[in-house]
């Protein structure tokens, strides 16, 4: 039995490098026009999940998502959104990847055609119980306010909520899941209006520019001013502006040894110590 040598079993290997070169030209040419070399593509949430839970009669499902935890100021805003699987708005998008525009058009229509809810946590809130908790407080309470209790929760994070229907955590989810990126739309239009209202009750700080989060500007005017009632007191530049402008609201600093005043060491009586059997 013959075997076919190695080097010619490939007949396209026997060709010279230069027809590969003339074929360039015409697999190029079949790119559709407009094509950008080099730039990554990113698919837009799909509604594919819910679509999968409808199938197997799950309904309603909902999902949900906060805007708001970073920033220096202002309260944490959680929304909870029932997109009507025939009449879901076009463009819904991560609210990140939206211009302010884009986002506040798409809010209307959002609150248009699906089930929306909105809870909000104050910065006392947010001072008493820190932002994770405050948050998870905000986006359960949104999902209880739903008009139509649903059958299943998506949430965006790693954090399941605590609701009387299944949660299911998505990781990235307001990129991923069409009900989360609603959410998240809802969250951020009604938090930046927020910002603006609180913007004319402290004027100064930039609330209507940067919304309370911490760019320069907003550093160098709590540098300058010291922090509102708005500003969450426990985050570190906040703390600062506090130990600048109003020191006697500030603890000190506290060692281990501070709060202690005097050691006393007692002796019952019927404990009996030799001391000279170790001498």
């Known amino acids: ?28 040419a079949k790119e559709p026009k407009g094509t950008v070399k080099g730039v990554i593509a990113i698919a837009p949430p799909s509604f594919r999940r819910e679509r999968a839970l409808i199938k197997r009669g799950v309904w309603p499902v909902a999902g949900c998502d906060e805007a708001g935890r970073g920033p220096l100021a202002g309260p944490v805003v959680a929304a909870a959104v029932i997109l009507d699987p025939n009449r879901i708005p076009r463009g819904i998008d991560d609210s990140k990847r939206l211009t302010a525009e884009e986002r506040e058009k798409l809010f209307d229509k959002i609150c248009a055609t699906a089930q929306v809810s909105v809870a909000v946590a104050s910065p006392a809130r947010i001072d008493r119980d820190n932002i994770l908790r405050a948050s998870l407080w905000a986006l359960k309470r949104a999902v209880v306010a739903l008009p139509e209790a649903p059958r299943h929760v998506f949430v965006d994070g790693r954090d399941k909520l605590d609701t009387a229907c299944d949660c299911e955590a998505v990781i990235g989810g307001d990129g991923l899941v069409l009900s989360i990126a609603a959410a998240s739309i809802v969250a951020k239009v009604t938090r930046d209006r927020l910002m603006c209202a609180l913007a004319g009750d402290c004027p100064g700080y930039g609330f209507e520019q940067h919304k309370g989060y911490a760019v320069p500007e907003h550093l160098d005017a709590l540098d300058r001013l010291g922090p509102s009632i708005h500003h969450r007191s426990f985050f570190a530049p906040v703390v600062a502006a506090r130990e600048k402008h109003m020191p006697w609201t500030v603890e000190p600093k506290r060692d281990l040894f501070t709060a202690v005043d005097e050691v006393v060491v007692q002796v019952e009586a019927e404990v009996q110590v030799d001391v000279s059997t170790n001498l």
Do not use: C, F, H, V
């Open 1 to 28: 039995m013959r075997t076919i040598p190695a080097m010619i079993r490939d007949k396209s290997a026997s060709k010279p490098a230069k027809d590969a070169a003339k074929k360039e030209p015409k697999a190029a």
